[in-house]
């Protein structure tokens, strides 16, 4: 019996199935000789266990391989292998040999799935729990007729596997669901109740109720960002002089929140705008959003490029969420901007923005300080020369430094430095930059083979390393959690200012592009009249250089064809190539 992979017996793979470097590091493998190494690592005793390869060899690979199984194989072709070497031993063939490696491939199976089930889709538990439940049924029936213990032995331990599954899908059953919007009103439609999941017309409903009730003291219903119980029994009129945390985003004391005596958290939030908040305030409660979408995100997903498919396709749709909100704070950042009526009002807000993102840096939320930098970067906000006349020095200064630290330069190499800095601490939380580790994953894809050169049956040992580190750095970031105080009002009156460029369709993205563009124009000139040489420096000068990066920039160019009838500049749009197929056919500043 045979699948894609081979035999169903890993024992009688046959043939020169490892590859070996000058190092003797396995390089290449097959499906089988990798679950035999699996199974034998398992056993009770390997000190006599032979490999092709070596033991050694073979340890060091363990974690990669169990990380990365789910995505080599299908988790049918995995228990089938599993299940022969069960039935050969109670029914068949008895060797003790065989009989032990039965016990080790039961044993592995066990570890895996309590070990690194972060690594296990919920659609592969699902599937895990019924062949296993059947094969029980199955297993039994041939037991009592043999009179037999040794099935009874191994169900017991496909019982408790069973078990984890099953943990495991009721988790994700309870799960919190971190949407990109927090709606203010109740799904009464289904029998049980939940929250209305986030979308722009139950933003709108929701704006609409409070217009109608300005003087409704009801606090809306809402789900919190990085909420704990206990946090829910403190005051939210707190000294605003209080102390405040350190430089960096550590795990401690939670500190006081920076709210203005006598203010009421659970007023109408119609009546409160962002900027009545702290900014260092605003900078916690966005993180905090942030990194909770960033935890919801599976790490199986990470597995395939599945978030490059069009978004109806796509199942990694948490990934697809992650993006949507980056795209939505910085489209905030640049309506903002550009609704202001006077230069010194913008630039006023400018150096806020910018002040906003060097606290995001503090709290290490390097997705909130990308939106704000990617937003600052797009040529509607660099061609407005007048505006940026009057941001102070110390502004450009702090502004310049955070650019060089998010560059896309040697693939955001001075970003990884830091974050690797940080990694080795185990106390401080982060939100990455998720684009940087999609564009490296997106890279070892297409770049690498996923076969050895010449043998196309061995799988390319050396790719799967190269994935499975990029996934155990997310993986660490994710166990991290921070620990602050979650504020409802101040996440609502964010999330209502991030709903506006949330959901945005391809075409809806280029006219609302456009449009900003348009709009730049008419605050500070028609395009004839800019310094299009310097206009074009600036553009390229403020742009930290993102590798897959689908950021739209409007570059003012001589070659600019004009439209003489209106004076008005056609499309000059420039985004990346791989924007449309690489994020889902957006065309606005995304991370990738």
């Known amino acids: 019996m045979s699948d894609p992979h081979g035999l169903k017996d890993v024992l009688m793979e046959s043939g020169d199935n490892v590859v070996l470097n000058r190092n003797h590091n396995i390089t290449g493998s097959s499906f089988n000789n990798i679950l035999l190494?699996?199974?034998?690592l398992n056993t009770q005793s390997t000190k006599k266990s032979t490999l092709p390869g070596g033991l050694a060899s073979w340890k060091l690979l363990e974690e990669t391989l169990c990380i990365m199984l789910s995505h080599i194989a299908k988790i049918e072709h995995i228990l089938q292998r599993v299940f022969h070497l069960v039935l050969c031993d109670c029914f068949g063939q008895n060797a003790k040999s065989r009989g032990r490696l039965a016990e080790g491939a039961v044993s592995f199976l066990n570890h895996w799935t309590t070990n690194y089930d972060r690594f296990i889709s919920q659609e592969d538990f699902h599937k895990m729990n019924q062949i296993l439940e059947n094969f029980i049924s199955h297993l039994l029936h041939h037991d009592a007729a043999s009179?037999?213990?040794?099935?009874?032995?191994?169900?017991?331990?496909?019982?408790?596997?069973?078990?984890?599954?099953?943990?495991?899908?009721?988790?994700?059953?309870?799960?919190?669901?971190?949407?990109?919007?927090?709606?203010?009103?109740?799904?009464?439609?289904?029998?049980?109740?939940?929250?209305?999941?986030?979308?722009?017309e139950s933003i709108q409903q929701s704006k609409a109720i409070e217009m109608k009730?300005?003087?409704?003291?009801?606090?809306p219903v809402i789900a919190i960002f990085g909420i704990t119980q206990d946090m829910l029994d403190h005051s939210d009129d707190d000294d605003y002089n209080m102390p405040i945390c350190g430089p960096r985003a550590l795990v401690m004391d939670t500190p006081i929140a920076r709210i203005p005596t006598g203010f009421d958290m659970l007023q109408n939030s119609g009546n409160v705008k962002v900027w009545d908040f702290d900014v260092k305030e605003i900078a916690r409660q966005w993180t905090l959003m942030d990194h909770a979408l960033f935890i919801a995100i599976p790490l199986v997903n990470l597995q395939c490029c599945q978030w490059t498919e069009a978004r109806h396709l796509s199942k990694a749709k948490e990934i697809r969420r992650f993006i949507d909100r980056f795209n939505a704070e910085s489209c905030w950042v640049t309506q903002s901007l550009l609704a202001q009526e006077s230069s010194k009002s913008r630039a006023a807000l400018y150096m806020k923005f910018v002040f906003l993102a060097s606290f995001l840096e503090e709290m290490n939320n390097f997705n909130g300080l990308m939106a704000i930098l990617t937003s600052l970067q797009q040529g509607c906000i660099t061609r407005l020369l007048e505006t940026l006349s009057y941001v102070?020095?110390?502004?450009?200064?702090?502004?310049?430094?955070?650019?060089?630290?998010?560059?896309?330069s040697m693939n955001y190499k001075k970003y990884r430095d830091n974050l690797m800095d940080m990694m080795n601490d185990q106390?401080?939380?982060?939100?990455?930059?998720?684009?940087?580790?999609?564009s490296e994953i997106c890279s070892i894809e297409e770049g690498n083979s996923s076969y050895v050169q010449d043998a196309s049956h061995l799988l390319n040992i050396d790719k799967l390393n190269?994935?499975?580190?990029?996934?155990?750095?997310?993986?660490?970031?994710?166990?991290?959690?921070?620990?602050?105080?979650?504020?409802?009002?101040?996440?609502?009156?964010?999330?209502?200012?991030?709903?506006?460029?949330?959901?945005?369709?391809?075409?809806?993205?280029?006219?609302?592009?456009k449009n900003m563009f348009e709009k730049s124009i008419a605050i500070e000139g028609s395009a004839l009249s800019i310094n299009t040489t310097t206009s074009h420096r600036l553009v390229q000068q403020s742009r930290p250089s993102l590798s897959n990066a689908s950021i739209v920039e409007v570059v003012i160019d001589p070659n600019?064809?004009?439209?003489?009838?209106?004076?008005?500049?056609?499309?000059?749009?420039?985004?990346?190539?791989?924007?449309?197929?690489?994020?889902?056919?957006?065309?606005?500043?995304?991370?990738?």
């Open 37 to 40: 190494a699996l199974f034998t």
């Open 147 to 200: 009179n037999g213990r040794c099935a009874r032995i191994f169900s017991a331990t496909f019982r408790d596997i069973i078990s984890t599954c099953s943990r495991h899908l009721a988790f994700e059953d309870v799960r919190p669901y971190f949407d990109t919007v927090i709606s203010g009103a109740w799904d009464q439609s289904s029998e049980k109740t939940s929250f209305l999941h986030g979308s722009i």
């Open 213 to 219: 009730n300005p003087n409704d003291s009801t606090p």
């Open 392 to 408: 102070d020095e110390k502004t450009k200064q702090t502004l310049k430094r955070l650019q060089i630290l998010m560059s896309g």
């Open 427 to 438: 106390d401080l939380c982060v939100v990455p930059h998720l684009g940087a580790h999609l």
């Open 466 to 513: 190269l994935f499975s580190r990029c996934i155990v750095q997310v993986n660490k970031m994710q166990q991290r959690k921070y620990d602050l105080r979650p504020l409802q009002l101040v996440q609502l009156c964010l999330l209502s200012e991030f709903s506006d460029g949330q959901y945005l369709s391809s075409s809806e993205s280029t006219r609302w592009s």
């Open 560 to 592: 600019d064809k004009l439209d003489n009838t209106k004076g008005k500049l056609f499309d000059s749009f420039q985004c990346d190539s791989a924007d449309r197929s690489a994020a889902g056919g957006d065309v606005r500043s995304s991370l990738l």
